[in-house]
């Protein structure tokens, strides 16, 4: 990754991107197989409130040499073009925030058995919280769009290979990154509708308690003309953190998810279908 700042200064600044996602690897017309994103993220500051727009191309002469990119999870996607188009704003205000994303993704993909595609798919995420002494309140939604059917029209918001978002301990990864409950995208966000809402409190300074729930299904209820079961399920994440030393932090996260039937593909929905989570972490600072 490389990154040029044009403008820099407090209020503006214009960074330019170039990421190499996949390397083709080694060996005669391999170069082919590289693929590239090259962009540009401007941050302006307006006040309180801070805007950053972004563009993006996703290129590669033939994704099919390489295998980073898990592009719609067709090995046969040869040339890419994809575009990003989208902006992120943060706004100040007393004791909180508000945030906002929004993303657009355009572009065609060619595949070697023929078949051209057309890309046409957004994502929608808005969020924030306050703080008021020793308790703090946050929420968030997000929204990704999935496909109903396969055709040649692509819906399903796709996320490149090394890009993640962590969000429910359960069904989005969270602290211990391991493993995701059934049907979960987990820490990539596609074809998907989150709502999290959640709260801590500090009643010393070492010592943070936190609760979050998490409503969570598929974007879409339909597969290809058939009805498919879509609701993941509702997740209640407790968390305590300690300072066990000036630069050493315990934390300790219970989880459990009340799975519905896009979890629970057996439709029993009985407590042994249930997920749970148990686990502690230690962080030290230096």
């Known amino acids: 990754r490389q990154t040029l700042n044009l403008m ?30 090259f962009g540009v993220s ?10 950053n727009p972004m563009l993006f191309w996703l290129t590669s002469k033939d994704a099919s040499l390489g295998d980073e990119l898990g ?36 572009g065609t993909l060619d595949a070697a058995t023929g078949d051209d595609y057309d890309v046409s798919a957004f994502l929608l995420a808005l969020g924030g919280g306050a703080n008021f002494g020793m308790f703090e309140a946050h929420g968030q939604i997000f929204y990704a769009t999935g496909d109903d059917e396969a ?19 359960i069904m989005g990864f969270g602290t211990f990154d391991d493993q995701v409950s059934n049907g979960s995208p987990g820490d990539q966000i596609s074809d998907i509708m989150a709502i999290g809402i959640g709260a801590s409190v500090t009643p010393m300074d070492k010592l943070t308690l936190g609760l979050d729930i998490w409503y ?26 300690y300072a066990l030393l000036e630069d050493l932090d315990l934390k300790v996260v219970a989880a459990y998810l009340l799975a519905d039937d896009g979890t629970d593909p057996t439709g029993d929905n009985d407590d042994t279908a249930n997920p749970f989570e148990l686990g502690a972490q230690l962080s030290l600072s230096f």
Do not use: C, H
């Open 151 to 169: 055709d040649e029209d692509l819906k399903y918001f796709y996320v490149p290979n090394g890009q993640s978002y962590y969000w429910s301990e």
């Open 8 to 37: 820099p200064s407090d209020t503006i600044q214009i960074p330019l991107y170039w990421i190499r996602i996949d390397e083709g690897g080694v060996g005669k017309d391999a170069n082919d197989g590289d693929a590239d994103m």
């Open 216 to 241: 969570a299904q598929l974007a879409e209820d339909e597969q290809d003309g058939a009805d498919v079961d879509n609701k993941l399920g509702t997740e209640f994440d407790f968390t305590v953190k």
């Open 71 to 106: 592009l719609y999870n067709d090995p046969n996607i040869e040339k890419v073009n994809l575009y990003y188009f989208g902006v992120n704003v943060d706004a100040s205000f007393g004791p909180g925030n508000v945030w906002f994303t929004g993303i657009y993704e355009g």
């Open 42 to 51: 401007p941050n302006f500051g307006v006040g309180p409130v801070a805007i």
